[in-house]
């Protein structure tokens, strides 16, 4: 399934925040992981639906991909 750019974008922009205030990093850096992260990845390419999970349901991927990034 597509999602409507527009809206894939929004989705992007509360995760990143929600993320951000997660994980403790300043917006910026909550960013840039998130354009490098495998959760981006599957949500661009509308892998499994993920652009339809809760936005909480994304931050905490991108918090355990932060805490495999970290071991």
Known sequence: MEANKTILQMKYARVVELFARL????????????????????MSEGVADMHCRSDEYLADELMLELAERNK
């Open 23 to 42: 994980s403790g990093m300043e917006l910026e850096d909550a960013l840039a992981f998130f354009y490098d992260s495998d959760t981006y990845a599957l």
